[in-house]
């Protein structure tokens, strides 16, 4: 369990802060960016969950908890000496993707097909989630660029990429099942 006595530190004055494994780095570190950006995410899914019924907002109180899964997961470097780790590090697994795929699988059967692009809005969830989509594909862009130079869980990556289709199926459902949707119309204001 995580106890914070003192919210501050001083420790990161300089531009710097601690990883998961205690190994200090820059503030801008492309790791950092990564677990951060899921953060951010974390709070915009906050936000949607002020406007949604009862089961979507169970739905977005385990992605928020998977979240900081993620997050631990992202800070955390080194994948390879996980074994030697006095305690085991928290990684994100396959069955939380599994998870997300079956709520999309269930949620998307009930949409039409889609015949053109979506605008961002219709309902104020679905404009909320259409951003925590926005943001989830950041995170996935910033976790697949530090994949290039480091080793990042594989599952933490499907994880982002299946999220990122979660809330756009889940955006189209607050859209009343899709039939308040704002279509794109192609050059519409020539």
Known sequence: MVVLNKIYTRTGDKGDTALGNGARVAKHDVRVEAYGTADELNCFVGVARLHATKETDDALSRIQNDLFDLGADLCRPDMEKDAEAEYPPLRMT?????????????????????????????????????????????????????????????????????????????????????????????????
């Open 94 to 190: 396959d069955a939380q993707v599994d998870r997300l795929e079956a709520e999309i699988d269930l949620m998307n059967a009930e949409l039409e097909p889609l015949r053109s692009f979506i605008l961002p809005g219709g309902s104020e969830l679905s404009a909320h989630l259409h951003v925590c989509r926005t943001v989830a594909r950041r995170a996935e862009r910033l976790a697949t660029e530090l994949a290039l130079n480091e080793t990042v869980n594989a599952a933490a990556v499907r994880y982002l990429n299946r999220l990122s289709d979660w809330f756009f199926v889940a955006a189209r459902m607050a859209n009343d099942s899709g039939r308040k949707d704002v279509l794109w119309v192609p050059g519409a204001n020539r």
